[in-house]
């Protein structure tokens, strides 16, 4: 089999991080699986953990560079947060590899975890503040970045390493005490 034939029946990077992150993605639906999202306490719990990391992880990746048009959450958190009369709380520690491939990873995450965001805004009472599970994304926008992610010839295990390193953040943002 030639070089070009077997790059051809490689799955596509977003399938193919998608399956191989599995884990980590369980590991993160776990950590954040404790926050009772229906009360106040618990869905400020749930916000504050995402504020430990999101914000530093969206000024880190410069996502815009990668992808014209992106537009963060971090102040739409942030307005959650202070509606909730809440605090930003001090930033944990990012450990993203450096490279272009491991911020595209990262971004993989960043970008999917608004998929879940709105899934987990049904469970939102309407009397909390929910700019932040509400920023989802636009009308194709998820299939237009994988179509990118795809598109790109970057380093799978670099991109890996961005994109794991971004869940372990997440998971170890959620476990903090508050």
Same mark, same amino acid.
């Given at each position: 089999m030639n070089a070009p034939a077997a790059l051809s029946t490689a799955p596509a990077l977003g399938a193919w991080l998608r399956s191989a992150t599995r884990p980590d993605h369980a590991q993160v639906d776990a950590a954040f699986g404790h926050h %009772? *999202?229906? !009360? @106040? &306490? =618990?869905? !400020? $719990?749930? +916000?504050t953990a995402h504020a430990r990391v999101l914000p530093a992880i969206e000024t880190r990746l410069r996502p $815009?560079? +990668? !992808?014209? =048009?992106?537009? =963060? @959450? /971090? =102040? /739409? +958190? /942030?307005? %959650?947060l202070a !509606? *909730?009369?809440t605090a930003l709380p001090a930033p944990s520690p990012i450990a993203i590899p450096p490279g272009e491939a491991a911020r595209w990873g990262a971004l993989y995450v960043l970008e999917g975890s608004r998929l879940g965001g709105a899934v987990l805004a049904k469970s939102?009472?309407? %009397?909390l503040p929910s700019a932040f599970l &509400?920023?989802?994304h636009a009308p194709g926008q998820w299939r237009a970045l994988l179509a990118r992610l795809d598109a790109l010839d970057i380093d799978r295990d670099e991109t890996l390493a961005g994109a794991r390193a971004t869940f372990a953040a997440f998971a170890s943002a959620s476990t903090v005490a508050a």
């Amino acid at each position: 089999m030639n070089a070009p034939a077997a790059l051809s029946t490689a799955p596509a990077l977003g399938a193919w991080l998608r399956s191989a992150t599995r884990p980590d993605h369980a590991q993160v639906d776990a950590a954040f699986g404790h926050h %009772d *999202l229906a !009360t @106040r &306490a =618990g869905y !400020t $719990a749930f +916000l504050t953990a995402h504020a430990r990391v999101l914000p530093a992880i969206e000024t880190r990746l410069r996502p $815009a560079e +990668l !992808t014209p =048009g992106w537009q =963060g @959450r /971090a =102040g /739409a +958190l /942030a307005e %959650d947060l202070a !509606t *909730l009369g809440t605090a930003l709380p001090a930033p944990s520690p990012i450990a993203i590899p450096p490279g272009e491939a491991a911020r595209w990873g990262a971004l993989y995450v960043l970008e999917g975890s608004r998929l879940g965001g709105a899934v987990l805004a049904k469970s939102v009472p309407p %009397d909390l503040p929910s700019a932040f599970l &509400a920023a989802t994304h636009a009308p194709g926008q998820w299939r237009a970045l994988l179509a990118r992610l795809d598109a790109l010839d970057i380093d799978r295990d670099e991109t890996l390493a961005g994109a794991r390193a971004t869940f372990a953040a997440f998971a170890s943002a959620s476990t903090v005490a508050a």
